[in-house]
């Protein structure tokens, strides 16, 4: 009969912790949530504050009279027939770490990870400098995109030799010695894993470069802005393990995944970085939900999705960062973002107007059917 109520960041709520936390609680005992206060910031009072994100969660074993609360801030709270550990109104779902997509869609792997101590990453004019001393380098040199890279539109440099040949790479002596460091540093490392990279240091420890243009997802996104900004990449590009690679993915998929949809889901089964919204490939990803679609269905998608790439080129001289700016998004930007949130909004069935709760509430039943049906449906 015991009511209790637990105050705690709220990573307990987010991300691969929902389901190792809850679902024990839920299934074994039959816990259930008598109110929650979602996401607050609790301020330290020492000098230096400290700033931490908190939830704090009343449960019992026992039913209650009264309906279950959700406080959304300033004691505001609305009343609701159940509480999930995502803390929205919806069944009882534990979106668990899965390895390949739920459904029938492009698979999804992180970028590349050089483990060099920074020997083969350079800034533009870092680049510059070394092919004055070493010109034969210079077809070696490519665009090195991150998160932070890719959304701020300012790509650093790859030295990428993992293709050059032994006798090419003697013949530039300050590439070789570049080589020779991340030999020395892989060496001197307490891992026997990266130690065995030594044996070919002009290798990356992760490789990931997609023969054709590819979709890049940054892994950590601001929370304020309102779609998590993803592109195409050509195949000249190097991306570091700080994003996510989709080879083959269309534009249909695209639109799927730029759309406020998608975003909504994003919103409440990531992981956090502070507050930082952190895309992971085997929770937000692999367990997204897709519909069923035609190929008048993938059709329209698609002519929304080439309208925000059409709107984003009209804007060479801005980042994505500047383009995702909740003040500074341009008005036709938005309204192709709008265009495409009602098409995919439509194509799962639910009103173009529909509440994020809302939209989040029907993705987990649709997880929920799917993962019963235990396959991987075609969208």
Same mark, same amino acid.
């Given at each position: 009969?015991?009511?209790?109520?637990?105050?705690?960041?709220?990573?307990?709520?987010?991300?691969?912790? @929902?389901?190792?936390?809850?679902?024990?609680?839920?299934?074994?005992?039959?816990?259930?949530?008598?109110?929650?206060?979602?996401?607050? /910031?609790?301020?330290?009072?020492? %000098?230096?504050?400290?700033? +931490?994100?908190?939830?704090?969660?009343?449960?019992?074993?026992?039913?209650?009279?009264?309906?279950?609360?959700?406080?959304?801030?300033?004691?505001?709270?609305?009343?609701?027939?159940?509480?999930? %550990?995502?803390?929205?109104? #919806?069944?009882?779902?534990?979106?668990?770490?899965? =390895?390949?997509?739920?459904?029938? &869609?492009?698979?999804?792997?992180?970028?590349?990870?050089?483990?060099?101590?920074?020997?083969?990453?350079?800034?533009?004019?870092?680049? $510059?400098?070394?092919?004055?001393?070493?010109?034969?380098?210079?077809?070696?040199?490519?665009?090195?995109?991150? #998160?932070?890279?890719?959304?701020?539109?300012?790509?650093?440099?790859?030295? *990428?030799?993992?293709?050059?040949?032994?006798?090419?790479?003697?013949?530039?002596?300050?590439?070789?010695? /570049? @080589?020779?460091? +991340?030999?020395?540093?892989?060496?001197?490392?307490?891992?026997?894993?990266?130690?065995?990279?030594?044996?070919?240091?002009?290798?990356?420890? @992760?490789?990931?470069?997609?023969?054709?243009?590819?979709?890049?997802?940054?892994? +950590?996104?601001?929370?304020?802005?309102?779609? &998590?900004?993803?592109?195409?990449?050509?195949? $000249?590009?190097?991306?570091?393990?700080?994003?996510?690679?989709?080879?083959?993915?269309?534009?249909?998929?695209?639109?799927? !995944?730029?759309?406020?949809?998608?975003?909504? *889901?994003?919103?409440?089964?990531?992981? /956090? !970085?502070?507050? $930082?919204?952190?895309?992971?490939?085997?929770?937000?990803?692999?367990?997204?939900? *897709?519909?069923? #679609?035609?190929?008048?269905?993938?059709?329209?998608?698609?002519? =929304?999705?080439? %309208?925000?790439? $059409? #709107? /984003?080129?009209?804007?060479?001289?801005?980042?994505?960062?500047?383009?995702?700016?909740?003040?500074?998004?341009?008005?036709? !930007?938005?309204?192709?973002?709008?265009?495409?949130?009602?098409?995919?909004?439509?194509?799962?069935?639910?009103?173009?107007?529909?509440?994020?709760?809302?939209? &989040? %509430?029907?993705?987990?039943?649709?997880?929920?059917?799917?993962?019963?049906?235990?396959?991987?449906?075609?969208?």
């Amino acid at each position: 009969p015991i009511r209790a109520a637990l105050v705690s960041t709220n990573s307990i709520t987010q991300g691969e912790q @929902v389901a190792l936390i809850w679902k024990p609680l839920v299934d074994r005992f039959g816990i259930h949530i008598d109110f929650a206060y979602r996401t607050f /910031r609790w301020d330290s009072e020492m %000098a230096e504050k400290a700033h +931490v994100h908190c939830v704090i969660i009343g449960f019992s074993m026992t039913p209650n009279d009264a309906p279950p609360r959700i406080y959304i801030g300033k004691g505001d709270f609305i009343e609701v027939k159940h509480v999930n %550990a995502y803390l929205i109104e #919806a069944d009882d779902v534990f979106v668990e770490s899965r =390895t390949k997509p739920l459904c029938g &869609v492009p698979e999804i792997g992180i970028g590349n990870k050089p483990i060099d101590d920074g020997n083969y990453l350079f800034t533009a004019e870092e680049r $510059d400098a070394f092919i004055k001393l070493e010109p034969e380098a210079a077809k070696y040199f490519r665009p090195f995109y991150g #998160a932070q890279e890719f959304i701020n539109n300012k790509p650093r440099y790859c030295l *990428w030799l993992g293709d050059c040949s032994p006798a090419e790479l003697r013949r530039m002596p300050h590439a070789l010695k /570049r @080589v020779e460091a +991340v030999r020395q540093f892989r060496l001197a490392s307490k891992s026997p894993g990266t130690q065995k990279l030594a044996d070919r240091p002009a290798r990356f420890h @992760v490789e990931n470069m997609p023969d054709s243009n590819y979709l890049l997802v940054p892994r +950590v996104s601001s929370e304020r802005r309102q779609y &998590v900004p993803i592109g195409y990449m050509t195949p $000249d590009v190097i991306c570091s393990d700080r994003v996510s690679l989709i080879p083959s993915a269309t534009l249909y998929h695209f639109g799927i !995944l730029t759309s406020l949809l998608h975003n909504a *889901w994003m919103r409440v089964v990531c992981g /956090r !970085l502070k507050s $930082d919204y952190l895309y992971s490939n085997t929770i937000v990803y692999n367990n997204f939900p *897709w519909p069923t #679609a035609t190929d008048a269905d993938r059709a329209k998608i698609e002519a =929304t999705a080439e %309208a925000i790439l $059409d #709107a /984003r080129a009209k804007y060479p001289d801005s980042s994505l960062a500047d383009l995702y700016d909740a003040a500074a998004m341009p008005p036709d !930007l938005r309204r192709a973002h709008t265009l495409n949130d009602a098409a995919v909004l439509r194509l799962y069935g639910l009103p173009a107007d529909a509440p994020e709760p809302t939209i &989040v %509430a029907h993705l987990m039943n649709l997880y929920k059917e799917l993962t019963a049906k235990n396959e991987r449906p075609c969208p």
